[in-house]
C-alpha cells in the first residue's frame, strides 16, 4: 500500500466565447499517473465584477453548480467528464478588463480526494454579449466651435458615416481645419471611457490612427478610416460600472494641440448593425477631377471610393492612387500593399544621407538612380528580385518600400486623364511585377528543385525568400527556417514540436555528448547520435531543434531533411512524453 495519496491533474475544455442564455459544453479533465480514488468532483460557475474603489465585488450571476461524478476510481491516464453549462441571459455583462473596473466569469472544478487535500483548479470562461435588435447608424457631424468658423481661431469639423460600428469594424469620415497655422497631424482615437456608479468617467483604452495634415490647404476634407480590434468589447451597462466609447479627433502643432472635436460613438455585438450607406465626405478636388477618376476606373476594371481614391487590385495586391498637394504643387500618390517579399527589403529616397548607409546593394543591370538606396538580406536575391521593379520606381520621389509596401509620388500635375493613366498604368506594372513569388537566395540556386521537392513531402508551401517551410508532420509541428549573418544565408534550423509535450532538457553539440548521456533507453541514445552527427541537437520540452552550421547547399542539401525530420519524431516516442499540469 502507498504511504502517500495522489491527486489529479486538472484541465478544461471550454469554447472560446460564451453567449448567455446559449448552453455550451464543458469538459473537465482530470489526468493521473496512477489510480486514485476520489469522493465526487463538481464543477462550479461564478461571475462578478470587481472595481477599485473600496475593492468592490459584485456578483453578476446566481452561482451555477454541477456534479460531475459522485465516488469512483480514476485509473491512470485521462478521465474525461463532460457538462452542459448556460451563463443566464439578462443579468449579465461581458468580460471586460478596464483601468478600474473589470468583469470576469470562472470556471472551478473540485475534486474531492480522501483523507488527501482535494484537487481543485480555476478557469476563466470569455463571455461576450449576444447579437442586439438591428441597429442602423447615422451619419454625424461635430466641430470644435458652436458658432462655425472666426477669423484668428482655429476652426475643426469632423464627420462619420456612421455613429454605430461593430468590433473589427472600420470608422469613416473626413475632417476639415480652418485657420490653424503651424497644424502638422491629426489624431483620430475611439476612446473607452468607465464609468463606475455614483463617480465622474474614467478614461481607459483607445485606439487611435494619426492622419498628416502639413500640407492640406485651408477647409480642405480629408478622410480618414479607423478599424477597430475584432476582441474590443461593445459599450453595456454592468450592475457596478458602465463602459462607454467616444470619438476624439485632436489637431496638433509642433508642441501643442490646435483645435478638438468629440463626439459618442456606439460600439454594439457583432451582427447588430445594419449597413448603411457610406457618408459622401465634404468635397475634396474639383468635379472635373472626381470625373477623370471615375472614367479611368470604369474603362480599366478598378474600384473607385470617396477622395477620389483609384483602387488596383491582383490577386491579394492592392493599389491606392490619390491626389494630394505639397509644396511644390499637385502630385500624385501610390501606395501598395502586397504579401511580404521575406528579403528584409528597405529601398528609399537616399540623397546626401546616402553616404550614411554602408554595404548599399545595388540591383545589377537594373540599377536605381544615384538617388536611391536598396537594402536586403542578400545582395544577390535582392538584386534578382528589383530587376524587373527597379525601372518602375526609378523616376518616382518619396520611395519608401519594404518587404510588405510601398509608398511613392509621382512627378505629375494629375490634372488630366493622359497623365493620370500613365500613373494607373504604372501601378498596374508594379503590381503584376509583384505577384512574381520572389528568387531564393542565390547560394540555393542548384537545389531549388530540392527544396520544393521537401515543401511537397510536408504539404506546405515553400516561403521563397528566407528559404523557410512551416508545416504538421506526424502530429507534430515542423519548421525549417534558414538563418542569415549580415548578408549571407550561415545555417539552417530543424524544429519539430509534438503534439504532447516531453519533459527531456538536453543539449548534444557532438557524438562525444551523447556517450556522457545516463538513463535514456538506447534507442533513444542511437537517435540522438544520429541527429548530432547531422548539427547541434537541443531538446525541451516543447519540441527539438537541430542546427546545421551551413546553408543546406552541396552535400548537406534539402535531402537530409527528410530522414532528421522522421528522426526527431521518432526521438519524441522514445522518450515517452508527458503531458505537465494545466492551470
Known amino acids: 500500500m502507498r504511504l502517500l495519496r495522489a491527486r489529479p491533474t486538472i484541465r478544461l475544455l471550454a469554447p472560446k466565447a460564451v453567449l448567455p442564455g446559449v448552453p455550451f459544453e464543458l469538459e473537465a479533465r482530470l489526468e493521473t499517473k496512477r489510480d486514485v480514488e476520489i469522493e465526487w468532483c463538481d464543477i462550479r460557475i461564478t461571475g462578478y465584477e470587481l472595481t477599485n474603489v473600496r475593492g468592490g465585488v459584485a456578483p453578476v450571476m446566481t452561482p451555477r453548480v454541477a456534479r460531475l461524478t459522485e465516488a469512483r476510481t480514476l485509473h491512470a491516464g485521462v478521465t474525461s467528464l463532460p457538462v452542459r453549462a448556460e451563463i443566464p441571459a439578462g443579468e449579465t455583462s461581458p468580460t471586460f478588463v478596464g483601468l478600474t473596473a473589470r468583469t470576469v466569469y470562472e470556471a472551478h472544478v473540485h475534486a474531492s480526494v480522501p483523507w488527501w487535500p482535494d484537487a481543485r483548479a480555476s478557469f476563466v470562461l470569455n463571455v461576450v454579449l449576444p447579437r442586439g435588435a438591428p441597429a442602423q447608424g447615422s451619419p454625424r457631424v461635430t466641430s470644435s466651435r458652436a458658432g462655425g468658423p472666426s477669423d484668428g481661431r482655429p476652426y475643426l469639423e469632423v464627420s462619420v458615416a456612421s455613429d454605430l460600428v461593430e468590433p473589427g469594424g472600420v470608422v469613416e469620415g473626413a475632417l476639415s481645419i480652418r485657420g490653424a497655422r503651424g497644424a502638422r497631424f491629426a489624431t483620430v ?25 502639413a500640407d492640406v490647404p485651408d477647409g480642405a476634407s480629408v478622410p480618414f478610416a479607423l478599424r477597430l480590434p475584432a476582441d474590443v468589447t461593445p459599450g453595456f451597462v454592468g450592475r457596478t460600472f458602465r463602459v462607454q466609447h467616444w470619438l476624439e479627433v485632436v489637431v496638433r502643432g509642433s508642441f501643442q494641440a490646435l483645435a478638438s472635436t468629440s463626439l459618442p460613438l456606439g460600439i454594439t455585438p457583432s451582427g447588430s448593425v445594419v449597413r448603411t450607406a457610406r457618408l459622401i465626405a465634404p468635397h475634396v478636388g474639383d468635379a472635373r477631377l472626381t470625373a477623370l477618376f471615375e472614367g479611368i476606373a470604369r474603362d480599366r476594371g478598378h474600384a473607385m471610393e470617396p477622395g477620389p481614391t483609384l483602387v488596383v487590385h491582383r490577386n491579394q495586391l492592392e493599389a491606392r492612387i490619390e491626389r494630394a498637394l505639397g509644396p511644390d504643387g499637385t502630385h500624385l500618390v501610390l501606395t501598395a500593399a502586397f504579401p511580404s517579399l521575406q528579403l528584409g527589403l528597405h529601398a528609399h529616397d537616399g540623397g546626401l544621407v546616402e553616404r550614411l548607409f554602408r554595404g548599399s546593394v545595388t540591383t545589377g543591370e537594373a540599377t536605381f538612380d544615384a538617388g536611391h538606396v536598396v537594402h536586403g538580406r542578400e545582395r544577390e536575391q535582392v538584386t534578382r528580385a528589383m530587376r524587373a521593379l527597379a525601372p518602375l520606381l526609378a523616376d518616382l520621389a518619396g520611395l519608401r518600400m519594404t518587404d510588405e509596401s510601398l509608398t511613392a509620388s509621382a512627378r505629375t500635375h494629375a490634372n488630366d486623364r493622359a497623365s493620370i493613366e500613365r500613373v494607373v498604368e504604372r501601378a498596374e506594372a508594379i503590381l503584376d511585377a509583384l505577384v512574381v513569388p520572389p528568387p531564393m537566395p542565390a547560394v540555393f540556386d542548384d537545389v531549388i528543385e530540392e527544396w520544393r521537392e521537401l515543401a511537397r513531402w510536408l504539404d506546405a508551401p515553400l516561403e521563397r525568400g528566407h528559404a523557410r517551410i512551416g508545416a504538421t508532420h506526424a502530429s507534430s509541428r515542423v519548421e525549417i527556417v534558414t538563418h542569415f549573418e549580415e548578408d549571407q544565408p550561415s545555417s539552417t534550423s530543424i524544429e519539430v514540436r509534438p503534439e504532447v509535450p516531453t519533459t527531456m532538457d538536453i543539449d548534444v553539440r557532438g557524438p562525444e555528448d551523447v556517450l556522457a548521456l545516463r538513463g535514456l533507453p538506447p534507442e533513444a541514445l542511437t537517435l540522438l ?24 547547399v552541396g552535400a548537406s542539401s534539402p535531402k537530409i531533411v527528410r530522414p532528421l525530420i522522421e528522426t526527431i519524431v521518432r526521438l519524441h516516442e522514445t522518450l515517452k512524453p508527458t503531458r505537465g499540469p494545466f492551470r
Open 189 to 213: 482615437a475611439v476612446v473607452v471611457f468607465e464609468t463606475l456608479t455614483g463617480h465622474t468617467a474614467t478614461r481607459g483604452s483607445a485606439y487611435e490612427v494619426r492622419v498628416d495634415i
Open 529 to 552: 547520435d544520429r541527429l548530432a552527427r547531422a548539427g547541434a541537437v537541443e531538446v525541451r520540452a516543447h519540441g527539438t531543434r537541430i542546427t546545421i552550421g551551413s546553408p543546406l
